[in-house]
């Protein structure tokens, strides 16, 4: 045998050793499944989050379906768009494999998160304080395998563009309707103007949120989208007798109440705290607070018609006004009995009128908030 072929046989001797190490090494080093990795992935997080001083995460089941469906879609943005992902923040990252199929291993979480502190943005997220509660989903695509990590924090940022921080009270508890009124009333977020670049809606919402919930009061973040125009931000409350209510506490320079005479001179008399009225399909509705007396939408609609109503007798009142003043203007006696009659009867109308229109008047109270676009969309984050 020649030294060639010597070399030869060494050389495959030594491939099929090589070989078999990485065999051997693959047997030693067994996969794990997608849910050990998800659990994993879990357990790094938490024990980083409590190095730093901060609470521990729940896992939480919906959140892992929500998580996982996002993996699985390979991060479509429909289904992003689709689901509760549009609002809460999420670490989404992929790995792709090159010869061969993934193989996910024991290291593979922590491999997975030492990856995400190197990235400012992901690192941010798995550190947000106000975070309880997360859920994690890991799919194997092809050739890549999909990561995706949600927590139970609205993904916002306020007017001066920082992240719109809640602050959430274990303690607090749903309450009846009088104990919220007396709280928003009370509370004086609405009286906040709304600064373009500073505060706007989102901080109204999150202003109001994290008072009432240091009252001890259970709130909800809202986000709610029309189909045109910009997105709204308020609050609800999931009251005790009467259900869920809506509030929207918007302070003044966003909209304008409409007083009875159509004038805006008065902007500064007027209360800033509404009840809004939310259905997809519909214009999104305000009443002022203390004036809702019900929170159905065919209340809302009814309040609305009430408005038409006044808006036309009012416009008739004026009209027959100025005919009776032109009717007595000069007059200093009446002789012709049927004259007198007519007047009197003129004035009588005016009387009733005046009347049935201070009564509605009570009712509506004298300023209204003209209607948003139609409702596509309400995101509840509690």
Known sequence: MNKRTVLLVSLLLILIIVVGLVILLLCIVPSVTTAQVEDGIYSQVNKLRQDSGL??????PNLDALARQFSLSEFSNSVGEATELHYLLHNSWWVSYTGGSPKLVKGTAQEQV?????????????????ARATGVGVVVAGSKVYYTQVFDVLNAVGGSGSPIRLQENPQATDVSWEQVKEFVIQDDTN???????????????????????????KTAFVSVEFAEGPARALNAFNTTDRGLVYIDCTGPGFQSPIFSGNSTEQDIYAKYDKVAYVVVGQAYGLIPL????????????????????YNTEAALY???????????????????PSEYARLQSMYNDLESMRLDLQRLMAILGDYRWNPAGNVTRVDIHW
């Open 191 to 217: 009286e906040h103007p709304y600064i373009a670049n500073s505060f706007t809606l989102a901080d109204f919402a999150a202003q109001l949120h994290n008072r009432a919930e240091a009252a001890g009061i």
């Open 55 to 60: 609470n521990a995460l729940t896992r939480d």
């Open 318 to 336: 004026q009209q027959k006004y100025a005919e009776y003043n032109e009717a007595v203007t000069g007059i200093t006696g009446i002789s012709d």
């Open 114 to 130: 030492e990856y995400c502190l190197k990235n400012n943005e992901l690192k941010d997220a798995m550190l947000r304080s106000e």
């Open 290 to 309: 203390d004036k809702a007396t019900s929170f159905d939408y065919g209340f809302y609609e009814q309040w609305t018609q009430q408005w038409n109503d």
